[in-house]
């Protein structure tokens, strides 16, 4: 059993920044695929970041490429989602979600692979 909390979000004018974090229970965290997703009210969740249970591979979303970093330091339980150059289309909840390493350096963008799912932290940015 693993338990996910997240934490950092806040509201932001656009271009601004903001790193969420995720702290997980247990001490198998070093096991985990590790991702993070999002959702606005009414609409589906979408994929964002992954990252692998060493974290030498990460893959994310187009809309988010080359402006968001995801990172874990596995001796502190700890991913990050460290968001840059904010646009108000991010606005929504991020949730991190954990699933198990299939194979080495696995990750994901399927929600569907992951069986652990945080509360989730609001990010809201501004025009």
């Known amino acids: 059993q693993v338990q996910l909390v997240e934490s950092g979000g806040g509201a932001v004018q656009a271009g601004g920044s903001l790193r969420l974090s995720c702290a997980a229970s247990?001490?198998?965290?070093?096991?985990?695929?590790m991702g993070w997703f999002r959702q606005n009210p009414g609409k589906e969740r979408d994929f964002v970041a992954t990252i692998s249970s060493s974290g030498r591979t990460t893959y994310y979303a187009d809309s988010v490429k080359g402006r968001f970093a995801i990172s874990r330091i596995n001796a502190r339980n700890t991913v990050y989602l460290q968001m840059n150059g904010l646009k108000p289309e991010d606005t929504a909840v991020y949730y991190c979600?954990?699933?198990?390493?299939?194979?080495?350096?696995?990750?994901?963008?399927?929600?569907?692979?992951?069986?652990?799912w945080g509360q989730g932290t609001q990010v809201t940015v501004s025009s």
């Open positions: 979600a954990a699933g198990p390493s299939l194979y080495i350096d696995h990750i994901s963008a399927s929600g569907a692979d992951y069986d652990y």
């Open positions: 247990g001490r198998t965290f070093r096991s985990y695929t």
